[in-house]
C-alpha cells in the first residue's frame, strides 16, 4: 500500500481514541450498552473536530459482534468489513457533491429493504447543510418515519443552516472546538508513534496553528515531517508554514494601539519584502489583539472593533487579487480608529482622519495644562510679582522643502531636548508635539529639520516661531534667524502614508 497522509493513519477508531470530546462519547457509549439507539443523531462543530470519526466508530459500535463497554472491537468480521468498506450496509454520502432531490430519494427507497450483513443499516450524511431545499423535504418523510433497522447520522459545521424541522427530528451533539493542550499531545503522540524526534515548542507552535482542528494539526505535521531533517525544529516549523518573526507582530500591534500608521505601514512592507502569506500574517495579528483582549482592563471596547474588522479582513484578502492595497489600506484604518460611538442606538467604531485625532489630543493636553496652572496658582497664599519677560528681538523665518538635508558641517544643538522640554513646562504641548521627531542644529542660523509633514505645519505657523525665538533668547541667549526645512522624497511634501495611498491610487482628504 502507498503513503497514508496521518490525518488518515491516526483517525480514531474507537471512542477513547477522540479527544476532547468526552461530553459526546460518553453519552454515546451509554446508548450502545443500553441499547437505547436512536433513528436520528446530528453531530455539529468546527472542521477537524471528530464529527465523521466518531460516526463511523459509532456505526462499528452498534453493528459489532463483540462490543467492549460500548466500543467496537475492530477485530470481528463485521468491524473490519465496515473498516475496509466491504460492507455496504454502511453509506457515507458527502452532502456536498450529492445534495440533489434524487439522492435523497435513492435512500428513500433503499431503507425499506431489510440489511444484509449487519443489524442496522447507517447513513452517514457528511456536510448536510448543502443539502438542497427540496432534498431536505424528502429527507424530511424519511426521518419521520425511519424503518427500525436504519440510522442517520447527519455531520455539519454549519448547524444554523438545517431546517428546524429536521433538527426537531434528530438527537443533537455539540462538538467542541479542540484545546491547545490536546492537540499538542495528540501531535507527541503521533511523533513518537512514527519515531520522529522533535523540539517541544515545535509540537506547541503546530498546536497553534492548528487553530482548534485536529485534522489541519496532522496536516502541519505531515508537511514539516516531510521537508525537515533528523529532528523537527520550531525554526523549521516556522519556514515551512511561512510564518512571521513575532517581534514584526509585536510591532504592528504597538503601533495600531498606538495610531502609528507610518510604522505599521513599513512593517507589512517588511513583511511583504519577504514573501510571506499576507492571510498568515493577518491570523497572527488577529491572535495577538485576541491574547491582548483577554488581557486587558481597560479599552476593550477599541480592541473588539480592531479584531472585528480583522475579521472581516481575511474575507476580502480571499476574494481579492490586490492582496497588498487591501491590507494595508485596513492597517491604516485600524491606526485612525478609534472607541466606538453611539449612532442611533447602535455601537459602531468610527474611523477619524489622524491628524484630527493628533489635533484633538494636542488641544486637550494643552486644555489640561492651563488648568493644571491655574489651580497651582490659586494654590499659592503669597503670590511674589509676575516677573518680568524680556521680549525676543524679532527675526527672520524662512521655509524651506526640499528631498535631502546635508548635515555635514553643522553643529547639533547640545539642549534639543532640555528646548523640547521647556515647550512642556510653558504649556506649548502643540510646539512640543511639532519639535518630537526633529533635529535642530545652531550656526549662523537655528535650524529645525523635520520629515514629518504634520509637525512641519505647526512649525510654520507664526506663533510657533516666535513661541521658539522667545525660549533660545530667554534660555541660551540665541538670537539669530531661524530657517524650518521639510525633508521630503522626490521634492513632493507628503507624508509617508499620504505616499502609500498616491501610489496604490487610494483617495484621501488632506489635512487643511
Given at each position: 500500500m502507498g503513503y497514508i497522509a496521518l490525518y488518515r493513519k491516526y483517525r480514531p477508531t474507537t471512542f477513547s481514541n477522540i479527544i476532547g470530546q468526552e461530553n459526546v462519547t460518553k453519552i454515546l457509549r451509554n446508548q450502545i450498552k443500553n441499547?437505547?439507539?436512536?433513528?436520528?443523531?446530528?453531530?455539529?462543530?468546527?472542521?477537524?473536530?471528530?464529527?465523521?470519526?466518531?460516526?463511523?466508530?459509532?456505526?462499528?459500535a452498534i453493528n459489532c459482534l463483540n462490543p467492549q463497554d460500548g466500543e467496537p472491537c475492530n477485530e470481528c468480521e463485521v468491524c473490519k468489513g465496515i473498516l475496509n468498506g466491504t460492507i455496504t450496509d454502511v453509506i457515507e454520502m458527502d452532502a456536498a457533491s450529492n445534495n440533489s432531490v434524487e439522492n435523497i430519494r435513492q435512500i428513500r427507497q433503499e431503507v425499506v429493504y431489510a440489511t444484509v450483513d449487519v443489524k442496522y443499516r447507517v447513513y452517514i450524511i457528511d456536510e448536510v447543510h448543502m443539502l438542497t431545499t427540496s432534498a431536505f423535504n424528502a429527507l424530511l418523510k424519511t426521518l419521520e418515519e425511519p424503518p427500525e433497522n436504519v440510522v442517520f447520522i447527519l455531520a455539519t459545521t454549519e448547524q444554523h443552516k438545517i431546517p428546524v424541522t429536521i433538527l426537531s427530528r434528530c438527537l443533537?451533539?455539540?462538538?467542541?472546538?479542540?484545546s491547545e493542550e490536546d492537540l499538542y499531545n495528540r501531535v507527541k503522540y503521533v511523533l513518537d508513534s512514527e519515531g520522529v524526534k522533535y523540539e517541544d515548542e515545535a509540537c506547541r507552535y503546530i498546536a497553534t496553528l492548528a487553530d482548534g482542528a485536529a485534522r489541519d494539526a496532522l496536516s502541519i505535521l505531515d508537511r514539516c515531517i516531510s521537508e525537515s531533517d533528523d529532528i523537527l525544529k520550531y525554526e523549521d516549523v516556522q519556514n515551512i508554514v511561512g510564518a512571521i518573526d513575532k517581534n514584526i507582530i509585536d510591532k504592528v500591534v504597538e503601533d495600531i494601539l498606538n495610531y502609528n500608521s507610518l510604522d505599521a505601514i513599513s512593517q507589512v512592507d517588511e513583511v511583504i519584502k519577504k514573501g510571506k502569506d499576507l492571510r498568515q500574517f493577518t491570523f497572527e495579528v488577529t491572535n495577538e489583539f485576541l491574547n491582548?483582549?483577554?488581557?486587558?482592563?481597560?479599552?476593550?471596547?477599541?480592541?473588539?472593533?480592531?479584531?472585528?474588522?480583522?475579521?472581516?479582513?481575511?474575507?476580502?484578502?480571499?476574494?481579492?487579487?490586490?492582496?497588498?492595497?487591501?491590507?494595508?489600506?485596513?492597517?491604516?484604518?485600524?491606526?485612525?480608529?478609534?472607541?466606538?460611538?453611539?449612532?442611533?442606538?447602535?455601537?459602531?467604531?468610527?474611523?477619524?482622519?489622524?491628524?484630527?485625532?493628533?489635533?484633538?489630543?494636542?488641544?486637550?493636553?494643552?486644555?489640561?495644562?492651563?488648568?493644571?496652572?491655574?489651580?497651582?496658582?490659586?494654590?499659592?497664599?503669597?503670590?511674589?510679582?509676575?516677573?518680568?519677560?524680556?521680549?525676543?528681538?524679532?527675526?527672520?523665518?524662512?521655509?524651506?522643502?526640499?528631498?535631502?538635508?546635508?548635515?555635514?558641517?553643522?553643529?547639533?544643538f547640545p539642549s534639543t531636548e532640555e528646548l523640547k522640554k521647556e515647550m512642556i513646562d510653558r504649556g506649548k504641548v502643540k510646539v512640543y508635539s511639532a519639535l518630537v521627531k526633529a533635529k535642530v542644529y545652531v550656526d549662523d542660523v537655528v535650524r529645525v529639520i523635520t520629515t514629518n509633514t504634520f509637525g512641519y505645519k505647526i512649525l510654520t505657523q507664526e506663533d510657533t516661531a516666535e513661541t521658539i525665538s522667545q525660549v533660545l533668547f530667554e534660555k541660551y541667549k540665541i538670537n539669530k534667524n531661524i530657517v524650518l526645512e521639510l525633508v521630503t522624497e522626490n521634492g513632493e511634501s507628503i507624508s509617508k502614508i499620504e505616499k502609500v495611498f498616491k501610489d496604490n491610487n487610494i483617495e484621501y482628504t488632506p489635512m487643511d
Open positions: 441499547n437505547k439507539i436512536s433513528h436520528a443523531y446530528l453531530f455539529s462543530g468546527t472542521r477537524g473536530t471528530g464529527k465523521t470519526s466518531a460516526a463511523k466508530v459509532f456505526a462499528r443533537k451533539f455539540d462538538f467542541n472546538r479542540l491582548r483582549l483577554v488581557d486587558a482592563k481597560e479599552g476593550t471596547d477599541r480592541l473588539i472593533a480592531i479584531i472585528d474588522r480583522l475579521s472581516s479582513l481575511d474575507n476580502d484578502l480571499k476574494s481579492t487579487t490586490r492582496k497588498e492595497i487591501v491590507l494595508k489600506a485596513c492597517i491604516v484604518q485600524l491606526c485612525n480608529l478609534k472607541q466606538p460611538v453611539q449612532i442611533e442606538g447602535n455601537t459602531q467604531s468610527a474611523p477619524q482622519p489622524m491628524n484630527d485625532i493628533y489635533t484633538k489630543k494636542i488641544e486637550q493636553l494643552e486644555k489640561e495644562v492651563i488648568e493644571l496652572k491655574d489651580k497651582i496658582a490659586k494654590g499659592v497664599q503669597v503670590q511674589s510679582a509676575p516677573a518680568q519677560t524680556v521680549e525676543a528681538p524679532k527675526v527672520n523665518v524662512v521655509k524651506e522643502t526640499r528631498e535631502k538635508v546635508d548635515t555635514n558641517g553643522l553643529t547639533e
